[in-house]
């Protein structure tokens, strides 16, 4: 599975921004997914994922509410939707699928992944 993300770019805080994640190759139309993030000098955390279905997600907590996870499964595709955008928020984004069809916040429980898109938040 090869995976393209895009849609970051440079933001004023209070601002949004949608990433998407082109997925190619092996369908990952049956594992679950997710977003990550790492800001310099930090450990990749993740954002939010969801399963195979899109119907049950997961948001880390200083994200729910703004941020909301989705996906095309036709389109082999992963959205992540972020509003209400605040600097803390800038980091690069990945996007990754994992072994399982079920939703999943384990980090190696992740095999593919995306080469990251720049999100910056300026205040």
């Known amino acids: 599975v090869q995976l393209q993300a895009s849609g970051g770019g440079l933001v004023e805080a209070g601002g949004s921004l949608r990433l998407s994640c082109a997925a190619s190759?092996?369908?990952?139309?049956?594992?679950?997914m997710g977003w990550f993030r790492q800001a310099p000098g930090t450990e990749r955390e993740i954002v939010a994922a969801n399963d195979w279905r899109g119907r049950s997600t997961f948001y880390e907590s200083s994200v729910r509410g703004r941020f909301t996870i989705s996906r095309d499964n036709a389109q082999n595709t992963l959205y992540l939707q972020m509003n209400t955008l605040k600097p803390e928020d800038t980091a690069v984004y990945y996007c990754?699928?994992?072994?399982?069809?079920?939703?999943?916040?384990?980090?190696?429980?992740?095999?593919?992944w995306g080469q990251g898109t720049q999100v910056t938040v300026s205040s």
């Open positions: 190759g092996r369908t990952s139309s049956n594992n679950g």
């Open positions: 990754a699928v994992s072994l399982r069809s079920a939703m999943t916040t384990i980090k190696s429980q992740y095999k593919y």
